[in-house]
């Protein structure tokens, strides 16, 4: 149905001028492939070897920094067992995916807006896993997300953590998979695990990193380099590292607020660690990388059954 004007997108129709109160979505937009063919909105699926790396603030703060460079972000909570991102972002939603999945409520009811020009689709924390979901129920949240992209530029997933979860039908189906590790040795091995699944069973050729909670540039370089040197000797993928998030206190007291860094504290090590991998996920040219049609990436996690 809408899937034929799915690559004519206007981007002159995508831009809404910052005085137009009278429209639902205000601000400024400008397009990360701004001058050249038009493209549906990015989806960056961000995903991790274990918990507790911090995949969710720089979900949370990643789809920010993209707000504030002019595009309109949709971030979906998709690590529907441990949904937080709503926390994280300091919103708090009356529905979620749960309501949304069983057609109690439609996405318009769910979507809620956060700060600089981001709107979250809320998890349902330890509802259900999205993989667990039936057929019935996994449409039901695609659709809902099929009917709202037209209005959003990047979308940004925070997926499961780990081999078993929804992360790999997700972060193999998006264009852009980031995938967070911090500098312990037992968080570069499970990313290990995930990089060579994704890798091996998922036909993933490039994956971005993010090394996360470093004591200096030196660090995250040498966490990287063990990742890189292990993947290109065992695997076939090509690592990319776009940024290292240095561990920061205003993170956790932050998310103690319950508010995002990249808000309260823009001028932090965190906040601006997290802008310059927004920067570099934007100024990407890679024309595989910026083709990021949404649909596609629904229509091909249908397929696999969201597994
Ligand atoms: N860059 C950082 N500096 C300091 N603490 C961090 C940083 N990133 C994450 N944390 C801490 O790690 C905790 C887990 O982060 P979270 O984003 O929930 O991880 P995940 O989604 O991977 O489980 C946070 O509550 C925060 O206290
Ligand atoms: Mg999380």
Not at 108 to 114: A, M, P, S, W
Not at 144 to 168: K, L, Q
Not at 204 to 219: A, D, P
Not at 239 to 262: A, M
Request: hydrophobic letters at 40%.
């Amino acid at each position: 149905m809408k899937e034929s004007n799915a690559a004519q997108t206007d981007l002159s129709q995508m831009i809404v001028p910052d005085d137009d109160s009278t429209t639902q979505h205000p601000g400024r937009v400008v397009s990360i492939n701004a001058g050249k063919q038009p493209v549906a909105p990015t989806v960056i699926a961000i995903t991790s070897g274990k918990g507790g790396v911090g995949k969710t603030n720089i979900s949370v703060n990643l789809a920010i920094a993209l707000g504030k460079q002019g595009l309109r972000t949709l971030a979906v909570d998709a690590d529907l067992g441990l949904a937080n991102m709503d926390i994280i972002m300091g919103v708090a939603p009356t529905y979620t995916a749960a309501e949304l999945v069983t057609g109690e409520v439609d996405v318009e009811d769910v979507l809620i807006e956060g700060p600089e020009n981001v709107w979250l689709l809320p998890g349902a924390s330890g509802q259900h896993d999205l993989a667990n979901l039936d057929d019935r129920g996994r449409r039901a949240f695609f659709d809902a997300i099929d009917t709202v992209e037209d209005r959003f530029d990047a979308v940004v997933v925070d997926t499961g953590a780990g081999v078993g979860s929804n992360a790999m039908g997700f972060a193999s189906a998006a264009r852009d998979i980031v995938v967070v590790v911090t500098p312990e040795p037992t968080s570069v091995a499970d990313a290990y695990g995930v990089i060579k699944v994704l890798s091996t069973r998922c036909g993933v050729r490039r994956i971005r990193v993010v090394v996360n909670m470093t004591n200096s540039n030196l660090e995250g370089q040498r966490v990287f380099q063990r990742l890189s040197n292990l993947a290109s000797r065992f695997l076939d993928v090509f690592l990319e590292h776009i940024g290292n998030v240095p561990k920061d206190p205003v993170v956790s007291r932050c998310v103690v607020r319950g508010e995002p860094f990249s808000t309260i504290y823009p001028d932090s090590a965190a906040s601006r660690a997290v802008d310059n991998v927004a920067q570099t996920l934007l100024s990407s040219n890679d024309p595989d990388d910026r083709q990021g049609a949404i649909r596609l990436f629904w229509r091909k996690l249908l397929r696999q059954g969201g597994a």
